[in-house]
């Protein structure tokens, strides 16, 4: 038996959490911007692990593009994901593939990338990041690249929707069929 389609009222539900996401990361983000310098350290637990730290990021996810000439950056950095956020939405309100859970998830991905698209397009001195965890040497880094909500909140949801679609009752329903037909 097939799920009923999603009414168009819990598709658009979930954007709320996504508006929660840019809301308080634009928040926290004027917080940083007003009260701390740049690069003031506030070692939070006072054992190295966990910084609050004023950075800039001028380019994208560990500063890659950070070299590509400044008239390139705005059409990388700004337009090019707008229109795939865009088209990401128009592709999660025409289908009917997404659980309750991927809706969700699918919006904490556009919640944060909206938060870092204004930052790129209303911040001239790039995004503003300031967590900053160390990482101990694994993968060659002292500390993992200074990030903020807006990232948190993408990386989280993109594993969390990776995992849940390599664990979707679909896949479930299958391999429960393939059981009952071979006994």
Not at 22 to 28: A, F, N
Not at 29 to 43: A, M
Not at 113 to 132: E, K, M, T, W, Y
Not at 152 to 167: A, G, K, M, P, Q
Request: net charge positive; proline share 4%; with cysteine.
């Amino acid at each position: 038996m097939s799920a009923a389609p999603a009414s168009m009222k819990s598709k658009a539900l979930p954007f709320l959490l996504s508006g929660l996401i840019i809301l308080l990361d634009q928040l926290v983000k004027g917080f940083i911007v007003k009260h701390w310098s740049d690069n003031r350290i506030l070692d939070v637990f006072g054992n190295d692990v966990l910084w609050i730290i004023h950075v800039r990021n001028k380019a994208i996810a560990f500063s890659l593009g950070h070299n590509l000439p400044d008239s390139l950056r705005p059409l990388l950095f700004i337009v090019l994901p707008l229109i795939v956020l865009g088209l990401l939405v128009v592709y999660y309100m025409k289908t009917e593939e997404f659980s309750c859970l991927q809706r969700w998830l699918f919006a904490g991905i556009i919640g944060g990338g909206i938060g870092n698209i204004l930052d790129r397009i209303f911040r001239p001195d790039g995004v503003v990041d300031f967590i900053s965890i160390k990482f101990y040497g694994f993968l060659g880094m002292e500390r993992w690249p200074t990030f903020n909500i807006a990232d948190t909140s993408v990386v989280i949801c993109c594993i969390i929707l990776l995992l849940s679609s390599l664990i979707s009752p679909k896949s479930r329903d299958i391999n429960a069929s393939k059981t009952e037909v071979s006994h």
